[in-house]
């Protein structure tokens, strides 16, 4: 039987991954097959309604991908992958609307989470996750 604790892990990281799930294509994600590339450039041409496509989907199939052996360098691994999306996300804006009333909030993202992950991937490696 799961305890408190995990069964509030685990329904934090359901919601962290719905969030990251929403506002996708899901049109898109049906049709999308193996063959096709994932990158932001081709999923914002695929639906150029959305430039945030390819981002969204990166990150989702990062996420959906990451694991670890236990329930810390999971979370570790998968918030390494949610911000990539933020970071690919604020690059898009930068580039598409550099003037934007966001664009100093896109580059705060880009320094703040490209330091996190960063943080994350070090602790991985010195096996922080497993105490």
């Known amino acids: 039987m799961p305890s408190k604790q995990n069964s509030v892990l685990a329904l934090g990281l ?10 996708g294509d899901a049109k898109q994600s049906a049709t999308a097959t193996k063959d096709q590339p994932h990158t932001a450039e081709a999923m914002a041409a695929h639906d150029a309604s959305n430039p945030f496509a390819g981002s969204e989907e990166q990150m989702h199939d990062g996420m959906m ?65 497993g105490r």
């Not at 052996?69 to 998968?78: C, G, L």
């Not at 896109?106 to 943080?119: L, V």
């Open 65 to 129: 991908a990451a694991g670890g052996s236990n329930v810390s360098e999971m979370w570790a691994r998968k918030m390494i992958e949610h911000h990539r999306g933020a970071l690919t996300m604020s690059e898009v804006l930068l580039k598409q609307d550099p003037n934007s009333r966001f664009a100093s909030m896109a580059r705060t993202t880009i320094r703040d989470q490209g330091a996190e992950i960063r943080q994350l991937e070090k602790m991985l490696n010195d096996g922080a996750a």
């Open 14 to 23: 359901a919601a962290v991954l719905s969030a990251c799930g929403q506002g």
